[in-house]
């Protein structure tokens, strides 16, 4: 009995080629932006029909794994600027169009993983990991603060150099050098006020309001990446997520 119908014995078959095609996904079996292989053939590969395959790629492309290209197949999902503008990147202006913002890395240093910290990336206390701020710009004006962990052990030989150096987004480059793929993001947002530090960075009065946004970056199982804070200076933007329309594009 091949490996599909022995995992679909206990739970739907398509689930079982999904399970599949994601631990091929995991393991690097195809790289990000790389075609999988025909549905037939992915049939024949696991010894179920093309039916069964073509619902478990369609879930694979709900969670933003893999994208379908009408009459070119099927293609590991790639981070790049745009999916970053469209999926990852939520900061508007009141009035306008979502836009590209421009990116200075302010700090890069090592650290210990604090307990609320590595709870959230699920590591031991203590956990060497890397601490990033950035300032994220739009039309010049500083809009956003965003402070990084991230855990050594997954970005071994990560430098400022290399993080600042890089030609893309940092999804992208957590994907083309790290094989990290961020699948999707959980996010909390609330209220808070500026401290001084935070508010001479960002341009307002000790004390203005501020959006926090805690996010935690996931990749293939559901396993933490990242975890970012960002404080927002709503003053001429705001959060703006729009998942049906995302998920379109």
Do not use: C
Not at 149 to 168: M, S, W, Y
Not at 184 to 195: F, I, M, N, V, Y
Not at 196 to 220: F, H, M, Q, S, W
Request: glycine share 8%.
């Amino acid at each position: 009995m091949n490996q599909a119908l022995e995992l679909g014995a206990v739970a739907p078959l398509y689930k079982a080629v999904k399970q599949l095609l994601t631990q091929e996904l995991a393991a690097g079996e195809w790289r990000p932006g790389e075609a999988l292989p025909s549905e037939a053939k992915l049939a024949e590969r696991f010894g179920v029909s093309i039916g069964t395959v073509r619902k478990a790629i369609d879930e694979l492309v709900a969670e933003r794994m893999v994208v379908r290209h009408q009459g070119r197949g099927t293609f590991v999902a790639s981070h790049n600027t745009s999916r970053q503008l469209f999926h990852f990147f939520h900061i508007v202006p009141h009035a306008g169009d979502r836009q590209h913002p421009r990116t200075e890395t302010l700090a890069f240093r090592r650290g210990r993983a604090e307990s609320g910290e590595a709870a959230r990336l699920r590591v031991a206390t203590g956990e060497p990991v890397f601490r990033i701020r950035n300032l994220l710009r739009l039309e010049g004006r500083a809009v956003a603060l965003d402070d990084l962990v991230l855990t050594q052990a997954q970005f071994p030989d990560l430098t400022e150099k290399i993080f600042t150096g890089r030609a893309n987004t940092i999804y992208h480059l957590y994907q083309t050098r790290y094989g990290i793929n961020v699948l999707r993001t959980s996010e909390r947002l609330r209220a808070t006020l500026a401290g001084a530090d935070v508010a001479k960075l960002l341009g307002v009065r000790k004390g203005a309001p501020l959006l926090e946004i805690n996010r935690v970056a996931l990749t293939y199982h559901d396993v933490p990446v990242e975890l970012r804070r960002s404080l927002v200076n709503t003053e001429q933007h705001e959060y703006f997520s729009d998942l049906g329309k995302d998920e379109a594009r």
